[in-house]
């Protein structure tokens, strides 16, 4: 539905190079990455709203590179909302279609549909500086779909929502999706957001992708070492991956050596979530990688709480507060630390001048 062809896009110092997507038709589509990463550079650049310095966009296999926002049929809710003071919540959600010579007629009957989905009714009579940044978000979002476009392009919408509402927002975007079945980018720093509602994510770092697939593939199987910090994995390694003496693949850092499937040889490396390593006072079954090590430090994170138990090489735990007490955890002490080989993830070490996207 969405191509993005080797397009780069200069502003100023910042550069988006090269970069290759294919969004499918209606899908929802995460782009992820930290601030300053160019996720919305990239967005505004889908929308027309960047001047391309190479490469193309193609929108329903019509090429929209030199269109401006007006002629891509693109729905765009902005992450400061861009809501008019001056005008009431029903006119701020026409503001789009009053652009595209609509009779009154059809403009009211796309804005009472608009209000209808995303339950609106309620905030009528509001002024448009009366509302909270939740709702404001939400009349944005109206706004971009009474346009009925072909793709909706969704900057940070939930960035002002409270912590204590977000969760149900999601749930409303999710659900608006699986109405609407419209093709949607959704652009976020946020990993459980993004694990909530994209069908698949892209990773974007320093105006490069950095990888793309389904959110077990990016947060279980990241392909470089940028996107695996960048993810949270903690436990990063390099090493060498050789055939074991059951012919089975090992991977050895420091000493250390534990099984792990992969099909790759030679200088690699690997990484390990920590919600994957389990802790415990005794060896584990013998079809898992057990070592034994000391734990070096504790850190209390509220519900969870992180061990570095030092084997060598270091690896960073995470295990719940009940289970921590169970087993009466403590610095100084000696462990073992179990996982299984389908949980280490080798890959090859990339530059990210060299990276590319995974299909």
Known sequence: ????????????????????????????????????????????????????????????GNDVTSLNLEKRSIGFAYQDYTLYRHLSVRDNISFGLMWKDRKQRDIDKAVDQAIELLGLHNLLEKKSPSLSGGESQKIALARAIAIKPDLLLLD???????SETKEDYERELKELHNRLRLTTIHVTHNFEEAVALGDRIAVIMKGQILQVGTPQEIFRHPQSELAARFLMTRNIFQGEVSTGADEQPVFSVEGT????????????????????IFISRQLLSSGLNNLQGTVTRIVDRGSVIYATVKVPPEF???????????????????????????????FEKESLGNASPSP
């Open 316 to 346: 960073i735990c995470l295990t719940h507060r009940r289970s921590l007490k169970e087993i009466d955890l403590k610095e100084g002490e000696q462990v073992y630390i179990s996982f299984q080989a389908s949980d280490v993830n080798v």
């Open 156 to 162: 940070e919408p939930l960035s002002a929502v409270d």
């Open 257 to 276: 050596e534990m099984s792990v499937i992969t099909d790759l040889r030679g200088g690699l490396q690997a990484s390990l979530r920590p919600e994957d």
């Open 1 to 60: 539905m969405l191509e993005i062809k080797d397009l780069c896009v200069q502003m100023g110092a910042f550069s988006l190079r090269n970069v290759n997507l294919d969004v499918k038709d209606g899908e929802y589509f995460v782009l992820l990455g930290p601030t300053g990463a160019g996720k919305s550079v990239l967005l505004e650049s889908v929308a027309g709203l960047n001047a391309v310095t190479s490469g193309q966009v193609w929108i329903n």
